[in-house]
């Protein structure tokens, strides 16, 4: 398998939880009561597969491949989506801290947890769409299948150094799991976000960290 197309599959399970958590987001708007111990996970899965592994495979060895192949560093493509990673670390900090404030009886917090999920899930399905169409275009016009592989190896040894063994299975595992919210979401949600309907539909959610 190409590097850039790992990335593209991670991109497919992140797009679900976007849409797990846009639906949360619009059920509490509605005053809908929160599911903390599913909360807990998203943050975690957001934190964890998305960011640590996700954009650490991104900004620790597809970026620097690509820069020493003579895609610039600086104003262009990668600084955007470097740019754009920090933004949704900006995010994912305002939610943490107002999901705890939530959770030490801070109601009103739901508020800051409704804007800031809301600002990560627009920031990272317009991020995504970006790296699909442009970025990773340039990538495997720059890397040939040698270069590719060699990513794909370190993509690998990122994952145990940075998350561990046995991550992999959890987050899978973790996905599954909230299906029990995501059933709920209507057919078009997936066509609206361009998520792969039959990644999701098999019985697998096919990740790979
Ligand atoms: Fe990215
Ligand atoms: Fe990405």
């Known amino acids: 398998m190409k590097a850039t197309q790992q990335l593209k599959?991670?991109?497919e399970g992140i797009k679900i939880m976007l849409s797990i958590m846009e639906k949360i987001s619009n059920d509490l708007e509605k005053g809908k009561d929160m599911n903390m111990e599913h909360y807990a996970k998203i943050i975690e899965?957001?934190?964890g597969f998305a960011d640590k592994c996700h954009h650490g495979k991104e900004e620790d060895i597809l970026f620097p491949a690509m820069i020493n192949h003579g895609i610039p560093k600086e104003g262009g493509p990668i600084a955007v989506m470097l740019n754009e990673h920090q933004l949704g670390r900006g995010?994912?900090?305002?939610l943490?801290?107002?999901f705890e404030e939530f959770?030490?009886?801070n109601k009103l917090a739901i508020n800051n947890i409704i804007s800031s999920s809301m600002n990560y899930?627009?920031?990272l399905r317009n991020h995504i769409e970006k790296e699909n169409n442009v970025l990773f275009m340039l990538a495997d016009k720059a890397l040939n299948e040698t270069e590719q592989s060699k990513i794909f190896d370190a993509f690998e040894k990122l994952e145990v150094e940075k998350i561990g063994i046995g991550k992999h299975e959890e987050y899978h595992h973790l996905l599954k799991e909230l299906k029990k919210v995501f059933i709920?979401?209507?057919k078009e949600v997936y066509y609206e976000n361009k998520i792969d309907f039959n990644y999701f539909i098999g019985n697998d959610v096919c990740l790979t960290c």
């Open 9 to 11: 599959d991670e991109h």
């Open 103 to 105: 959770k030490d009886g």
């Open 184 to 186: 709920y979401i209507k």
């Open 45 to 47: 899965f957001i934190k």
């Open 96 to 98: 943490s801290r107002a």
């Open 91 to 94: 995010y994912i900090k305002s």
């Open 121 to 123: 899930v627009e920031l």
